[in-house]
């Protein structure tokens, strides 16, 4: 039975597995996490404007994404008032991000939180 402050996964998303230098070679890691953001977003069947905190796990952070949560968030059209961080935790990254988002859904603040990994 579930309780007015249980914490779940209402959706799920992942990408293709690429190959080196394969047909992804040319995608960003900060468009492909941005594509899983929307629909994950969309099969929940919420607004971008209802995410409070993007939290983004991610090992190979790039130069020019410097901020990686922050420009997923962004391109998957969640507006700029809403918070964002990355966590690097090497391959437990996305395990970090969905945790943190747990612990603070936990906390009563978001209310809604959308965890996300980057493994590139």
């Not at 995410?51 to 969640?78: H, K």
Request: proline share 3%.
């Amino acid at each position: 039975m579930t309780q007015a402050n249980d914490i779940v996964i209402v959706s799920g998303v992942r990408t293709a597995i690429g190959t080196f230098n394969g047909s992804l070679k040319h995608t960003h890691q900060h468009d492909l996490g941005a594509a899983v953001i929307r629909e994950a977003i969309a099969r929940a069947g919420i607004a971008p404007q209802d995410i409070d905190e993007t939290i983004v796990g991610n090992v190979g952070q790039i130069a020019e994404s410097g901020f990686i949560a922050r420009i997923c968030q962004l391109r998957a059209g969640i507006p700029q008032e809403s918070t964002a961080y990355s966590v690097n935790r090497q391959c437990g990254s996305g395990l970090q991000a969905t945790a943190d988002g747990m612990m603070q859904l936990q906390s009563g603040r978001p209310r809604w939180s959308s965890p996300a990994a980057l493994k590139i």
